[in-house]
């Protein structure tokens, strides 16, 4: 896949980073720097000034698919939902706010993006910013007008889920009969006409079976990147059932197994991150990512929170301005400090399972407890790499 360069040129970008990097150095990096030079370097930068660089919006949770382990969908006629939907309006002033802050990468993501019928005119509002924009979507709503419309104005990455290769597989997720055939038709709409489309799955019990073929037809076939990833959570009202269909905690390592590629990734992966994920001198902080400190999520009806998963705690942009929002209720959200010892708190293989308070409260509703089904995963998996662990706490899967 072609490499992106760096194409940061909207103006009031510059004077916002001139403390940081000269001007005449920015116009250098613009016109040398590969994407993942660029990327790395500035990412770097907007953690240590704490820039809200990364953003995600849910444009909408509404859905015209069914598919059994998602965390957020909502039917698609769900008019109470439509309702409580952010305006265009509404959408284009927040998008100036987090423009002005320093936004630069913008996930969409739903739901289904297409859902809103005004989702191109959103999408191109925030073009017009200069952000880099990354859109999610299953690709049954993907006509050949949008797609030539998407040529016109260019995302930086379409990324679409694809659960399976065969219809039957395909749609006994979804719920939906002939969502498989849109879905195709959607994915080589949208290739044929060169756009930057990736594909991934979620590996569950129901598509297993059919991972080596998603995987063979997305790369072999299509000639495009494919990834998937088996980390199933509980839904945002806490409720589990998508967690039915979870795989269990050997089945998630045993796809690692499979692939020598991955394993090597994982391997060097933990090589480099083992041990401890707090800075030496916040051990006793809550968080630990980049939520609060370079990154954001808003939801369809205009709440900011700390991350897409958490559902607890908000600040309603309909009544604030978004700078208030990051500068003072995420900033304290950030700052939250951990209330009493678990497992978790001395572990040095955090890197291996994504355990975070986010999907502490999704899973156990309690953002300290430990998931359990991560935990094992994370021992499972250091396991298969060799890496050596210590005991930490009162953990069943410690082997001494």
Not at 85 to 112: M, N
Not at 147 to 160: C, K, Q, V
Not at 245 to 250: A, C
Not at 320 to 325: A, D, K, P, T, V
Request: hydrophobic fraction near 35%; proline fraction near 4%.
């Amino acid at each position: 896949m072609m490499e992106h360069r760096a194409e940061v040129n909207r103006f009031w970008f510059f004077p916002f980073f001139v403390p940081i990097i000269p001007i005449f150095q920015w116009v250098f990096f613009m016109e040398t720097l590969r994407y993942g030079d660029f990327s790395l370097s500035l990412h770097q930068r907007v953690v240590a000034g704490r820039v809200p660089a990364n953003g995600t919006i849910e444009v909408t949770r509404r859905c015209p698919m069914r598919c059994v382990h998602c965390y957020n969908n909502l039917p698609l006629d769900d008019r109470e939902a439509r309702l409580k939907e952010l305006s265009y309006e509404e959408h284009c002033r927040i998008l100036d706010e987090i423009a002005e802050a320093g936004c630069l990468w913008l996930l969409y993501t739903g739901g289904e993006i297409f859902a809103r019928r005004d989702f191109l005119d959103i999408y191109t509002y925030a073009k017009k910013k200069g952000m880099l924009i990354t859109l999610f979507t299953n690709g049954t709503l993907i006509t050949p007008k949008v797609a030539d419309y998407l040529t016109d104005w260019r995302p930086f990455s379409i990324e679409i889920t694809l659960y399976g290769c065969t219809q039957e597989t395909y749609e006994r997720i979804t719920g939906i009969p002939g969502s498989f055939e849109r879905c195709m038709n959607g994915i080589h709409l949208l290739k044929d006409r060169g756009l930057p489309v990736k594909l991934k799955t979620v590996v569950m019990t129901l598509n297993r079976h059919e991972l080596r073929d998603m995987k063979q037809y997305a790369e072999e076939e299509l000639g495009l990147e494919f990834r998937f990833d088996a980390m199933i959570n509980a839904r945002i009202d806490c409720s589990h059932g998508p967690l039915s269909v979870r795989l269990k905690p050997e089945q998630v390592v045993g796809l690692d197994l499979e692939d020598p590629k991955r394993m090597t990734e994982w391997k060097k992966f933990a090589e480099q991150f083992n041990g401890s994920v707090h800075a030496p001198d916040h051990k006793d902080d809550l968080y630990y990512c980049g939520a609060g400190i370079n990154a954001f999520s808003i939801d369809p009806s205009g709440m900011l929170t700390i991350c897409a998963f958490s559902y607890g705690e908000a600040f309603d942009l309909r009544q604030g301005s978004f700078r208030e929002g990051w500068e003072d209720f995420l900033l304290k959200v950030r700052r939250k400090k951990v209330t009493r010892l678990t497992k978790c708190s001395h572990c040095e293989m955090k890197v291996l399972c994504g355990m975070c308070p986010t999907l502490g409260e999704l899973e156990e509703k309690d953002g300290e407890e430990p998931v359990d089904f991560l935990c094992q995963v994370a021992h499972l998996r250091a396991q298969a790499i060799g890496l050596p662990f210590n005991r930490h706490g009162e953990c069943k899967y410690c082997q001494d």
